[in-house]
């Protein structure tokens, strides 16, 4: 899919929250690639080879997500996990190398040990918890919840994290 590319290639932290919620988008329509057509692709403005193209996208999602049984929320693709495991490996070397980063991690470290405690200690990663964060305040906004000032104080911490680890990521991906 075009985003998905877009996405992949401009900010991996980006494409990350963008899969999961396409996961959660084809496990909402039970994995019906018809219901997905109607009710998503349906209303795209694109032209019809566009959607055509963006529906195999879909259905490619959906038969891997079913290859790997992830039919449960809150589970991810393995190239996703494989992911944000590189993105936390990174997340180390970028501690130790790079003070800008480090200051920026540190502003967000009390929002990240807070997430930690929540999780009961089944999510203890860094990254996962940014990423898992951040998607947690679009599911929220999506779902017309409230969000309350330490949320989107946490929200943003990660978000400067994230953006400038996958700018970093980029940019030692893409040879600069």
């Not at 899919?1 to 396409?22: D, H, N």
């Not at 929540?118 to 599911?139: A, D, E, F, K, R």
Request: glycine share 6%.
């Amino acid at each position: 899919m075009l985003i998905a590319e877009k996405k992949r290639k401009e900010s991996i932290s980006e494409y990350i929250i963008f899969m999961y919620q396409t996961e959660d988008l084809i496990r909402a329509y039970n994995f019906d690639m018809g219901e997905i057509y109607k009710y998503v692709i349906q209303h795209f403005p694109v032209e019809d080879e566009k959607k055509t193209r963006i529906k195999a996208w879909y259905r490619k999602i959906a038969n891997q997500m079913k290859k790997e049984g992830l039919v449960k929320n809150g589970q991810h693709l393995e190239e996703l996990n494989n992911l944000a495991k590189e993105l936390s490996q990174f997340n180390l070397e970028l501690l130790k190398s790079d003070q800008a980063y480090r200051k920026i991690f540190d502003q967000a470290k009390l929002h990240i040990n807070r997430n930690a405690a929540q999780s009961n200690g089944q999510i203890s990663n860094p990254v996962q918890i940014c990423l898992n964060g951040i998607y947690g305040l679009l599911l929220l906004r999506l779902n017309g919840k409230p969000v309350d000032d330490t949320i989107k104080q946490g929200t943003l911490a990660f978000g400067d994290v994230l953006s400038y680890l996958s700018y970093k990521y980029q940019k030692r991906t893409n040879g600069h």
